[in-house]
């Protein structure tokens, strides 16, 4: 239902709307690969986290490269998230959003202080803390998965 992961450079991000749209309108044919419910596709919101320039979060921002913050997406893309939610390829409540340093820094704290003593760097937690913080725009009984690109193993 929901899909959370990085944004960063804004590629994967891409790639995923790319590949959901192809299997929607199956403009390339169906990928024999994808053995989940296709009809069930143009509901899952896909959602970017990203931080804003500056953050401590310096591995899930891209300053440098055109079109790779939330604003810059939005205007040099002509907002294809807008497009493609109101066109029945993703789910509505797809987007990227900005997550501050404040909440990242309380979801490292947290994170540390569990059993699991979860070991991670500070922008593979972005889109734990994005859901910590905005699961009351997660619909409840929702399945949700949460993409991960950064350090977020345990080892020292």
């Known amino acids: 239902d929901i899909v959370v992961m990085p944004y960063g450079t804004g590629q994967l991000f891409d790639n995923v709307l790319t590949h959901l749209e192809e299997e929607v309108r199956e403009t390339n044919g169906r990928d024999p690969r994808f053995a989940g419910d296709r009809d069930g596709l143009p509901k899952v919101s896909i959602i ?53 340093d404040w909440q990242l820094a309380d979801t490292m704290r947290i994170m540390s202080e569990r059993t699991i003593q979860l070991n991670a760097e500070i922008s593979a937690l972005a889109g734990l803390a994005w859901l910590r913080f905005n699961s009351g725009l997660i619909p409840k009984g929702s399945r949700v998965v949460a993409v991960n690109t950064g350090n977020s193993g345990t080892e020292d």
């Open 48 to 100: 970017g986290v990203s931080a804003c320039a500056g953050s401590v979060a310096a591995k899930i921002t891209a300053p440098f490269l055109p079109g790779s913050t939330k604003n810059e997406y939005a205007t040099h893309r002509s907002n294809i998230v807008s497009q493609f939610a109101r066109g029945g390829i993703i789910g509505p409540h797809s987007g990227i959003y900005e997550i501050p």
